[in-house]
């Protein structure tokens, strides 16, 4: 696993969104347009129920443009689910996010809309707040926001928003979403390892899109292994590291850092049918992890049962 995860803050966030959520009317759930599905989070869907959901697909300038069609059309399917795609570059776009709002409401024409935004950490939520509220009022910047007092915020069209975000932790059981996460910039410095989410990435790109590898890093041919990518990089961005084998830390770096800011052009990294598939196979493997800690639990059991007896017995032939 290339990040630590922390189950304490997804207790936390859930406590905090019951206690908010009936107040609110709408809920804008951000989403990263290269990471869709990994980027959402599972409790948010069960908490809401009926209420009114725009998913807003953010950073959407950095992502594939026919892959967030797909992406919006599919979200769009779920009852009570409205879908945009924004990036910060385009602010009218923001901004219309209201009169979609207001639409998803329409027993609250002419009263009053409470609105609250919510996604995980570093998604664009400040981003989107501020740009709605037309000031900033919202701190941007890759340090999760602190919720000290929850204020609300006019932004026009009888919509009110809570102008401190709702920070949802995100999807924990996947592997993979554990890896795109890091690799798009959701998990700090500190909890990922570069090389681990260098290799991942080197294999998304190889199977998807190798000739942006090759244009991008000069390379002579399209790498064979996940390995010769990143050494190949290393080789061509001079990471040598004593006695001149090819750091492969430094060289992951760069990979990552040069996809996270669009260097290899603007990337999804998942469609619907792979969350579909991915979906099938952590539920399988969660159920397979519940099955072990039932057995182990029965084993203990048992154990104990077992000397108990054991006990017993020896007491009787005292
Ligand atoms: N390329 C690009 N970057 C964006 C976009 N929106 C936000 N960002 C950048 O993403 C980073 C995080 O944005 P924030 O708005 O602070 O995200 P947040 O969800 O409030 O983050 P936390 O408060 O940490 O939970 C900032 O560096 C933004 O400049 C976008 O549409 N495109
Ligand atoms: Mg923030």
């Given at each position: 696993m290339p990040i630590q995860w922390f189950p304490?803050?997804?207790?936390?966030?859930?406590?905090?969104?019951?206690?908010?959520?009936?107040?609110?009317?709408?809920i804008i759930e951000v989403l990263d347009a290269r990471i869709p599905y990994s980027s959402e989070n599972p409790m948010l869907a069960e908490l809401l129920g009926d209420k009114p959901c725009l998913k807003v697909l953010t950073k959407s300038d950095l992502a594939d443009e026919s892959q967030t069609d797909v992406w919006r059309s599919h979200f769009e399917e779920t009852a009570f689910t409205r879908a945009a795609a924004v990036t910060k570059e385009d602010v009218p776009t923001i901004r219309q996010l209201r009169s979609l709002v207001a639409s998803m409401?329409?027993?609250?024409?002419?009263?009053?809309?409470?609105?609250?935004?919510?996604?995980?950490?570093?998604?664009?939520?400040?981003?989107?707040?501020?740009?709605?509220?037309?000031?900033?009022?919202?701190?941007?910047?890759?340090?999760?926001?602190?919720t000290k007092q929850q204020q609300r915020v006019s932004i026009g069209d009888g919509i009110t928003l809570l102008d401190t975000p709702g920070v949802l932790w995100p999807n924990v059981h996947n592997v993979n979403s554990g890896y795109r996460l890091a690799l798009i910039g959701t998990i700090k410095e500190t909890a990922m390892d570069y090389a681990e989410v260098g290799f991942f990435a080197a294999r998304a790109i190889l199977e998807q899109w190798p000739e942006r590898l090759v244009e991008r890093y000069g390379l002579d041919s399209i790498p064979t292994t996940d390995l010769e990518a990143i050494e190949a990089i290393g080789h061509r961005r001079g990471c040598l590291g004593k006695s001149g084998v090819i750091d492969i830390d430094r060289a992951s770096r760069i990979l990552v850092t040069e996809i996270r800011s669009g260097g290899l052009g603007r990337l999804t990294f998942e469609t619907p049918a792979t969350m579909k598939q991915e979906?099938?196979?952590?539920?399988?493997?969660?159920?397979?992890?519940?099955?072990?800690?039932?057995?182990?639990?029965?084993?203990?059991?048992?154990?104990?049962?077992?000397?108990?007896?054991?006990?017993?017995?020896?007491?009787?032939?005292?």
């Open positions: 304490g803050h997804m207790h936390k966030a859930r406590l905090e969104m019951q206690a908010v959520l009936p107040k609110i009317h709408v409401v329409p027993n609250r024409a002419g009263k009053s809309i409470n609105a609250m935004i919510a996604g995980i950490p570093n998604v664009g939520k400040s981003t989107i707040i501020n740009f709605l509220a037309g000031k900033k009022i919202a701190k941007t910047g890759n340090t999760p926001a602190v979906k099938v196979q952590t539920e399988a493997a969660i159920a397979q992890k519940e099955e072990t800690t039932r057995q182990r639990k029965q084993q203990r059991k048992q154990k104990f049962r077992d000397q108990q007896r054991t006990k017993k017995i020896s007491r009787d032939m005292e």
